[in-house]
């Protein structure tokens, strides 16, 4: 039986952690390298990089941070940002990555998604997808809209239909982010969260807005994840009181009694 | 100390594989290694090991192309040099593999089958726990029920149940380590397994060949 999967979620920018509330007012927390070691150290299951203004001021990927990463962390990590063509790929895997994660270059180009599943295998390419609570409408089934470019950009995509297309096009793992509730610490957007986990058979993350341990617990009790980032309870400067991995798992498994890696 | 002690592990580098994370592994280690491009690379290589990712007939073919498996089959199979598959390194080292219906190395008995995805979700990704057998000096100090990094669809499915040197389950009960003589293999990412995967690539880089491998057969 599998483990509930914590993974550590890092905005980086030029090489430096942040950390953004709803997309946004990002406030630096510290050396991108540095921190992923210390959580690794504390026992994270995996950590993902996520370099936010790579995608908008079409930089190249920081090969740079992820060499730095990858030599100390041997948990698995996954790169996105900047990502716009199969030699990224090669390039991003070569520093030391070992999933990829396509996000607005996803939407844009859909044929990404199939091209490095067919390069690198399924288990290489992940969805990472920000979704943002709508009115039910035609189009919109499911009352979530997928969005681009730092949450800024609307693309009328289905979240639901977005995540059955990115599984059929090669993806091997879908993220749903929430908008709203990014950074409130006050729980993952549970209801899309599970109506993606149920629509698809590749394994599906909760992320956006944990606050405590039950907001963990609720995203793979209730929401049917295999995995959950947290952040802000990991090292957000506006929470009153972070925890450390291990803490957070102790309570996961003596709490709710999910199973948890202990190290 | 012995003079293995000095014993430099060759990885069988791929185009599309995470050779390269194997070898930050062994280099956070302290191990000696190399990267090898093709068996004209061997020269000092004590040890072997074959990362893999991606599909295994891509994997097969990638070998084909650059020449190993006759080179493997006479120092591997034929011979008694130490050899560590991971992942799709597992796989390959049997009959025949369902993806890409490949055909492997053929080292050891058995097939490579699918995970039944109307039972569990595929890939599986993330860690699980790995029970280790009696029977071979290389998961002779792994922990009962320990965690490891686990992302495959595919599982094998070994002809001779005493090649099974560690199981976990998925749905259905599959081999994670695999292990005769000289020849030994996970299906976890042992070097992103965290300290567990770690002290097995140490375990697997640093004992001799008389102390890793096993007498049985």
């Keep these: 039986m599998l483990t509930a999967r914590l993974i550590a979620c890092f905005d980086v920018v030029d090489g430096r952690v942040t950390k953004a509330r709803k997309f946004q007012d990002n406030i630096d927390v510290g050396d991108a390298a540095q921190i992923a070691a210390a959580v690794y150290a504390d026992g994270i299951d995996e950590v993902i990089f996520y370099d936010i203004l790579a995608s908008a001021h079409r930089r190249r990927p920081d090969l740079a941070t992820i060499e730095a990463v990858a030599a100390q962390v041997f948990v698995p990590l996954t790169v996105g940002g900047g990502i716009t063509s199969l030699e990224d790929m090669h390039s991003v895997l070569e520093a030391g990555a070992e999933k990829i994660s396509l996000d607005s270059m996803g939407v844009r180009n859909p044929e990404i998604i199939a091209m490095g599943s067919k390069e690198f295998g399924r288990q290489c390419i992940v969805q990472s997808m920000q979704v943002r609570r709508v009115p039910v409408q035609p189009g919109l089934p499911s009352g979530y809209e997928v969005m681009v470019d730092g949450a800024r950009v609307a693309t009328g995509l289905d979240a639901v239909a977005w995540a059955r297309r990115g599984e059929e096009l090669g993806a091997g793992e879908i993220v749903v982010n929430s908008i709203d509730q990014d950074g409130t610490h006050e729980g993952y957007e549970l209801r899309i969260t599970r109506m993606i986990a149920d629509a698809v058979n590749v394994p599906v993350v909760a992320s956006g807005g944990a606050g405590t341990p039950s907001h963990v617990a609720a995203a793979f009790g209730d929401a049917h994840v295999s995995a959950a980032i947290i952040s802000s309870l990991l090292y957000s400067p506006r929470m009153a009181r972070t925890m450390s991995v291990n803490e957070i798992k102790a309570e996961l498994s003596k709490i709710h009694d999910l199973p948890v890696r202990r190290t | 100390m012995s003079n293995t002690d000095k014993a430099v ?209």
Aim: with cysteine; aromatic share 10%; charged share 20%.
């Design chain 2, 9 to 217: 592990v060759g990885i069988i580098d791929y185009t599309t594989g995470n050779s390269r994370s194997v070898e930050r592994a062994l280099n956070f280690l302290g191990v000696p290694n190399r990267m090898l491009k093709s068996p004209a690379d061997l020269a000092d290589a004590d040890r072997l090991v074959l990362p893999g990712v991606g599909a295994a007939g891509t994997t097969m073919d990638y070998l084909r192309a650059a020449g190993w498996p006759a080179v493997l089959d006479e120092l591997v199979a034929a011979g008694d040099m130490p050899f560590l598959g991971i992942c799709v390194g597992l796989q390959v080292l049997f009959e025949h593999s369902a993806e890409q219906d490949a055909h492997c190395l053929g080292w050891l008995p058995g097939t490579v089958r699918a995970f039944d995805r109307a039972h569990v979700r595929v890939p599986q990704m993330g860690w699980n726990q790995v029970c280790p057998e009696p029977g071979h000096p290389f998961t002779a100090t792994m922990p009962q029920d320990g965690y490891f990094y686990f992302v495959n669809s595919f599982y094998a499915v070994p002809g001779d149940i005493t090649d099974v040197a560690a199981k976990t389950a998925y749905g259905t009960e599959f081999a994670s380590v695999v292990a005769r003589r000289n020849i030994m293999a996970t299906q976890f990412h042992a070097e992103k397994s965290g300290r567990l995967g770690l002290e097995l690539l140490l375990r697997f880089a640093t004992l001799t060949r008389g102390e890793l491998c096993s007498p049985r057969d």
